[in-house]
């Protein structure tokens, strides 16, 4: 099958629990041979689109299709599609080699062949020797490595997984980012993974599918989500944003606060208004005399590579990363250049996003709490 064909189609598809609308209308097309991640909120419907594909779900409407037939009542073990789970779903009375090989048992594969397909996944995930051990004994990321070769022996056409290292410290989770990013180009299976998390996304995937209230905002690649966002709702949930309203004056010129600038967006009609993206990284800390835009700094955070400061310009609070220091209470210039604006046309989302006046680690760690619950 050609990379550039469609694996799977998601079409019109509708889902409800108690009432409430879960997926509406979704659609949504996957190549051969993609790494596809879902990422949103807890609650966007991210989880339930990868159990409609896995088939632990049916849809209450729309269609699912592999390679162009309609999987609709299809059970899960007839779909060429194997799933990972977050807490991996191994068997602990199991050593490692009777997990791994669970699989072509029920098949009833002979024993000298689950032998060395046995042996064949162990290398591949490089835990030759670890054939007696207890799954009970070995670490999160070795637990992982069994669960993967477990679902790859079955040889799938598609892998799912669904936040499988949400259980992991920092350091092993950006090991094994690394690891199924590698694993999957050697494959060339097709990877539909899910997150909530934005730089595992951004890192990892091929194409990333923004979703949020059971409908997809945007698809893209990382760098097409990250520099050209849909919506406020897209631009805030993908790293940090400085999201303004503007006023299009005509082609290649836009207003906001206060002053004229060139950017490099255009097919708006003169006098639109429109929500303006600005990466903190994109915004460079100059002398007042020398700024388009000239502000107080009121915060100054160091990050171990750079510095975000907050500036207080006309009461917006921008964000600037950089790696100079710039003092509390010093009078800075903002300099903006057109590349790093990006005009987004006005959506429901339109002024539920903006400056970073409420800004804090503290205001980021309860939201990550809200999350997991």
């Not at 989302?349 to 999350?371: A, C, H, N, V």
């Amino acid at each position: 099958m050609l990379k550039e064909q469609n694996i799977i189609e998601l079409r019109d598809i509708c889902v409800s629990f108690d009432g409430e609308q879960v997926l509406n209308n979704l659609n949504l097309s996957i190549r051969n041979g993609e790494f596809v991640t879902l990422l949103g909120r807890s609650g966007c419907g991210k989880t339930t689109t990868l159990r409609i594909i896995a088939g632990f779900l049916e849809p209450d409407a729309g269609d699912i299709l592999f390679d162009s037939n309609r999987m609709n009542g299809v059970p899960p073990y007839e779909r060429p599609v194997n799933t990972i789970f977050q807490r991996y779903a191994l068997f602990p009375h199991y050593n490692v080699y009777d997990n791994i090989a669970f699989g072509p048992r029920v098949r009833k594969v002979p024993e000298k062949e689950i032998k060395q397909q046995v042996t064949e996944m162990l290398k591949f995930v490089n835990l030759q020797g670890f054939e007696k051990r207890s799954v009970n004994l070995l670490s999160g990321g070795q637990q992982q490595r069994v669960a993967i070769a477990r679902a790859l022996i079955n040889r799938p056409q598609v892998l799912l997984l669904d936040e499988p290292l949400a259980a992991l410290d920092l350091k092993l989770r950006k090991d094994m980012q690394n690891e199924l990013r590698n694993l999957q180009r050697q494959l060339g299976i097709t990877f539909i993974y899910v997150t909530h998390d934005q730089e595992e996304a951004l890192s990892m995937s091929d194409t990333v599918v923004v979703m949020n209230e059971g409908r997809v905002e945007q698809i893209g690649t990382p760098l097409e989500i990250y520099n050209e966002p849909i919506n406020a709702f897209v631009a805030d949930f993908i790293g940090e944003a400085n999201i303004l309203d503007g006023t299009m004056n005509n082609d290649y010129r836009v207003n906001f606060s206060g002053h004229d600038f060139q950017c490099l967006d255009k097919g708006f009609k003169p006098g639109e208004e429109v929500d303006i993206v600005v990466r903190p990284e994109d915004v460079d800390i100059v002398p007042p005399e020398e700024g388009m835009l000239i502000g107080e700094v009121t915060s100054v955070t160091f990050r171990g590579v750079l510095f975000e400061i907050i500036v207080d310009i006309g009461g917006f609070k921008w964000m600037i990363q950089t790696t100079d220091y710039h003092e509390t209470g010093h009078r800075v210039g903002l300099s903006v250049l057109p590349d790093a604006i990006h005009v987004m046309r006005k959506s429901k989302y339109s002024g539920l996003y903006g400056d970073f006046s409420s800004y804090s680690d503290e205001i980021d760690q309860l939201s990550e709490l809200t999350e997991d619950e």
